[in-house]
Antibody
Framework: EVQLVESGGGLVQPGGSLRLSCAAS????????MNWVRQAPGKGLEWLSY????????YSADSVKGRFTISRDNAKNSLYLQMNSLRDDDTAVYYC???????????????WGQGTLVIVSS | QSVLTQPPSVSGTPGQRVTISCSGS????????VYWYQQVPGAAPKLLIY???QRPSGVPDRFSGSKSATSASLAIRGLRSEDEADYYC???????????FGTGTRVTVL
């Protein structure tokens, strides 16, 4: 069974840093493109970042470029999101999610984690 | 501010057919498949439609997707109370090199 489990969320002050993790199991993690998506309270879904299976290709939303960094460790079946210079409007539930395959025909996010809550507040 | 526009809300009575529109541009919907996600309050989103009109196993055939030029639609026929949720369209935007979600539509069953 495919499972994605996020961790690392919590309360952090504005300007602070946090590192989120996503533990993957039930599939060959090293073969899949992974993403981070967030949802602010009462708001819609916002895609944040994409990392290819080999980490060679990374895309990020303009809203987090230069502040958030996606990475992965295929040996540990883990995905990460390093978040720096956090702002109040980064408060959200953060999800990791998998593209169903590689290639442009497989950009459906077929599995999602349960999410981890990040609260940025003084 | 999303590049994909959806109506904020849609409602219907049980058994009715409702549709949700998703409007984009040539750099996103016009050049890629459209995906639809359902999110029940308090839960993670769930894939509903992939490659514009395909249903994952386990998704009832009451749900159907279509795409034409720079717009897409999700139809729910035989509306049921358990269909009350938020629905998001999504696709890849070549100009932004980003995955983009629609603004989201709340479906209410009256």
């Amino acid at each position: 069974e495919v499972q994605l489990v996020e961790s690392g969320g919590g309360l952090v002050q504005p300007g602070g840093s946090l590192r989120l993790s996503c533990a993957a199991s039930g599939f060959t993690f090293s073969s899949y493109i992974m993403n981070w998506v967030r949802q602010a309270p009462g708001k819609g879904l916002e895609w944040l970042s994409y990392i290819s299976s080999s980490s060679k290709t990374i895309y990020s939303a303009d809203s987090v470029k230069g502040r958030f960094t996606i990475s992965r460790d295929n040996a540990k079946n883990s995905l990460y999101l390093q978040m720096n210079s956090l702002r109040d409007d980064d408060t959200a539930v953060y999800y990791c999610a998998r593209f169903s395959g590689s290639g442009t025909s497989y950009r459906d996010l077929d599995y999602w984690g349960q999410g981890t809550l990040v609260i940025v507040s003084s | 501010q999303s590049v994909l526009t959806q109506p904020p809300s849609v409602s219907g009575t049980p058994g009715q057919r409702v549709t949700i529109s998703c409007s984009g541009s040539s750099s996103n919907i016009g050049s890629d498949y459209v995906y639809w996600y359902q999110q029940v309050p308090g839960a993670a989103p769930k894939l509903l439609i992939y490659r514009s009109n395909q249903r994952p196993s386990g998704v009832p055939d009451r749900f159907s997707g279509s795409k034409s030029a720079t717009s897409a639609s999700l139809a729910i026929r035989g509306l049921r109370s358990e269909d009350e949720a938020d629905y998001y369209c999504a696709t890849w935007d070549d100009s932004l090199s980003a995955y983009v979600f629609g603004t989201g539509t709340r479906v209410t069953v009256l």
